[in-house]
């Protein structure tokens, strides 16, 4: 029996065509494996340092790498669902004490591998400089993109500032909410808000690019603790020797550099 | 940043679910339509609402669903034996886009279906053709643009399948790392050029696949009109 009628071949060749090119595609691409990966889930905003470190970890932990990048609450829910994930390294603290809370992670392999700091920028259109103290600056802007205090780590601490430096009233009806610190780059970049709270790593590319200028940098005592990025080992890590490695490579002198050109600093 | 793995991924998983959903999508629409029971078209409700839920759920949540179904403790991850189940490989990011993209496919193909002219089958039957027959030669030819603007749909919609995709294959760059989740990389480490060059490639792959709808309804326009001129089938 006939099952496509034979006309359609005829009068549908383009759709045939592209079927046709989509198999050869899956065909082409199907045939790729080889030994398992040590799984680097990381935050995204780690991602240019890690991989620009990948040659190097993959020298010192004896395995290739894959590195998975995403925000660090959605890392961490694939993990809590038994993603197959090797190493953890999210942007804040909270999400990796949650993990070790569930006895999810080899407590003895958490160290922190860098750290970060909350800085002010100004968007280059803007005028202003460090010279006048942090109230007068901006009184006189009318948007500021601060990060949501709830979905955004960089809020939490923008929120701790403000709180400390007394500046929460007068802000209230200049502030622009970010969902990200990603967002808030992005609001700075356009010019679309007078200046932003960041963090240093941002802060440093969006300086470099000319987009914004440096303002202030907070002290952890300014900004309610230290921003830190933690890794651990996994407990179901299918290679914990290899990525226990991984995990004292990022301390090593190598890893440091490159976390330091980027901006973070010595946790 | 290699641009070419994602690039070539993103049409593997888009190319694979858009062929999956269009038989899964043409099967059930044409299922879920025909049952005349009651208890039957309660059933094929129900079944309808579940395919459709993807539509309403916002793509985390599909995902958030997706990541505890295929995890290795879910029912369907621990059928798989892998220990991590089948999360963070490229059939995950598949089964993500094929679950997103149904509703599509099954929705246009169920517009197609019921619009075809029950004449039709009706004097096919008359003339003593098979139900399958009539299905394969009538239906599904006289419902075809519908059919393939549906597949379009499903396709596209799986190219930029996002959200979901993160969730169970995860972000991993040469193995399951699609355009958009290259895009969002990208756009997160402030490498502009890649984005733009990825935003290029995205806009380049939806003008081909207008095109190709485009087509193919005018070569299926061209040979009704041959053939009701009196060409003939060949």
Redesign the interface.
Known sequence: MRIIPFFMLNSLRPLWLATAIAGLVIWSGSGCSGKDPLIISAASSLGPVLEELKPAAEAACGSRIALNLAGSGALRTQIESGAPADVFIPAASPDMDLLEKAGLILRDTRRDCAANALVLVSATRTLADGTHDLATTLAVWSRIAVGDPVSAPVGRYTTNVLARLGLEQSLSNKVVTGNSVRQIVSYIETGSVDGGFVFATDAQRLIQAGKARHLRRFTPAESGGEVRYPAAVLARSHNPEAARKFVLFLSGTTAQAAFERAGFTKP | ?NLLDPI??S??V???A??ITAVLGLFLAARLNATRSRPGRILAGGLESLILAPMVFPP?MTG?LL??LL????PV?SLWG????L??SWLAAVIASVVVSLPLMYQSAKTALTSVDPHCIAAARTLGSSER?IF??ITV?LA?PGI?GG?ALAFARAIGEFGAT??VA??????TQTIPLAL??A?????TSAANLLLGVTVALSFAIVI?VR??ER??A??RAH?LAGGG??
Do not use: C, H, Q
């Open positions: 940043m070539l991924l049409l593997r888009a190319g694979l858009t062929v985390t958030y990541l505890l995890g290795p403790n879910g991850g892998a220990s991590g189940g999360l963070f027959r394969w030669k030819p075809w393939a597949m993160l969730m995860g972000n991993i760059p040469g193995a969002y990389s756009v997160e480490s402030g490498n190709v087509w193919s070569r299926t061209a040979s053939r089938s060949r």
